[in-house]
């Protein structure tokens, strides 16, 4: 979690499949309107990046809203790429979620320690 003084500002999770042992999974992405665009995404995704490494994983993926076109960049910029798959999205059958992974060595760039991030 990322936080603002009090306030929780940003929130991450990822956990390890059964199926993939060399894969952690990015889940529960969110980050408060007030505080995007500041860095707190970044730090959160590195910190997962930063865990996943500690685990040694080979892998790390995501499922994003497919034409959520922001977050499909910044995701891109940390280095992600899309696989081609898509399923529809869990909340909305109407919608898609287009599958992103980053392979290779997880670690890199700056990480935040203990799971959390002070701004």
């Known amino acids: ?14 956990f390890r499949p059964a199926s993939e042992p060399g894969a952690v999974e ?7 309107p007030e505080h995007r665009r500041r860095g707190v995404a970044t730090a959160l995704v590195w910190a997962v990046l930063a865990w996943s490494a500690e685990v040694a994983a080979t ?6 809203t497919r034409g959520a076109e922001a977050a499909i960049g910044f995701y891109r910029t940390l280095g992600f ?4 798959d898509f399923q529809p999205l869990p909340s909305d059958a109407c919608k898609d979620e287009l599958r992103m992974v980053r ?3 997880t670690r890199g760039g700056s990480t935040v320690g203990g799971g959390s991030s002070r701004l």
């Open 81 to 84: 790429t899309p696989t081609g």
């Open 103 to 105: 392979s290779g060595p």
């Open 1 to 14: 979690m990322a936080v603002d003084g009090p306030a929780w500002v940003g929130l991450a999770g990822a």
């Open 26 to 32: 990015l889940v529960s992405m969110w980050t408060a």
């Open 59 to 64: 892998s790390v993926g995501l499922w994003v």
